[in-house]
């Protein structure tokens, strides 16, 4: 009979407290858990539901070891409690959708006042007042938008790696007689992306400031045109050229280097405190 007695006494599986220890404490059963983990006290599942929700009242919570969802009630409120209650759970819902057209409407406004700006900066400031000032509004809400995305767009295409390709395709054919035995250097693994780890600000950063940079090198170059669209535009189209051959020939340079590299042999120390590999590396340089 006593063993019978001490299986049924209640075990809290929070606090491991019996109902000896605090007979006053409110126990509840709030799950399909048999045996030890059947009761809790009520104040130590509120503790335990508290941090499980995060200050979320309104989260459901199971119970982790059957999985059973908590039956929660709460105590009837006032209608001016309720009524706040609805305007915060309308509030939360609605609050992401409005950040997000917070955000898409900055973001629109401001590729317009880029777009505004690159008018002005390509054409002059006069004429391009002039041309905005006379054109649809529909038009200009819709085609100076489209200004930094046809840039953006226009900086991904890297037709400076094609010519990189082609060159390191044809960089090591024929440069070795017939029969010679001499060590090839080898072919780097093309890895996409490799070396470029900020390709996306890069790219969006070049793209933006290409208006200005086209503007200043099409002042310096092309002073004797008379047209601020002319120097702008051949100002443009010979940025992207001298770019394009100093980074073919950059990337190319990179190339060599990473098909030419050499793993050494460990050092090893001798007795007079020289390492073999000084003494192979001094002996090379001199066969040189």
């Known amino acids: 009979m006593a063993l019978t007695e001490e299986?049924?006494?209640?075990?809290?599986?929070?606090?491991?407290?019996t109902e000896r220890d605090d007979r006053s404490a409110e126990w509840v059963s709030p799950c399909r858990c048999k045996g030890c983990t059947k009761w809790i006290h009520q104040s130590c599942l509120q503790r335990?539901?508290?941090?499980?929700?995060?200050?979320?009242?309104?989260?459901?919570?199971?119970?982790?070891?059957c999985g059973t969802e908590y039956h929660i009630t709460f105590p009837k409120m006032g209608p001016l409690v309720y009524f706040l209650q609805q305007v915060d759970r309308v509030l939360s819902r609605v609050s992401p959708f409005a950040a997000v057209g917070v955000v898409v409407g900055t973001v629109y406004w401001s590729a317009v006042t880029y777009g505004a700006v690159t008018?002005?900066?390509?054409?002059?400031?006069?004429?391009?007042?002039?041309?905005?000032?006379?054109?649809?509004?529909?038009?200009?809400?819709m085609g100076l938008p489209t200004i930094p995305v046809v840039l953006v767009l226009g900086k991904m295409i890297r037709w400076e790696d094609y010519l990189v390709r082609l060159w390191q395709r044809y960089s090591y054919r024929g440069k070795l007689p017939p029969g010679n035995s001499r060590y090839l250097p080898r072919v780097p693994v093309d890895v996409p992306g490799a070396g470029d780890h900020l390709s996306v600000?890069?790219?969006?950063?070049?793209?933006?400031?290409f208006?200005?940079?086209?503007?200043?090198?099409?002042?310096?170059?092309?002073?004797?045109?008379?047209?601020?669209?002319?120097?702008?535009?051949?100002g443009g189209i010979a940025f992207v050229l001298m770019k394009g051959v100093l980074k073919v020939y950059f990337?190319?340079?990179q190339y060599?280097?990473?098909?030419?590299?050499?793993?050494?042999?460990y050092p090893e120390t001798n007795g007079d405190g020289q390492s073999d590999g000084a003494e192979e590396d001094t002996e090379d340089s001199g066969n040189e």
């Open 211 to 234: 208006p200005s940079v086209a503007s200043l090198v099409g002042r310096l170059l092309f002073r004797r045109m008379p047209s601020d669209l002319q120097r702008t535009v051949l």
């Open 48 to 65: 335990w539901l508290d941090e499980k929700q995060k200050g979320n009242s309104g989260g459901a919570v199971s119970c982790p070891q």
């Open 119 to 141: 008018v002005m900066q390509v054409v002059g400031h006069k004429k391009g007042l002039y041309v905005m000032e006379r054109a649809d509004p529909l038009f200009l809400l």
């Open 201 to 209: 600000s890069r790219t969006l950063c070049g793209a933006l400031i």
């Open 251 to 253: 990337k190319q340079q």
């Open 256 to 265: 060599v280097i990473q098909a030419n590299r050499h793993i050494l042999n």
């Open 7 to 17: 299986q049924a006494e209640k075990h809290c599986w929070v606090c491991f407290a």
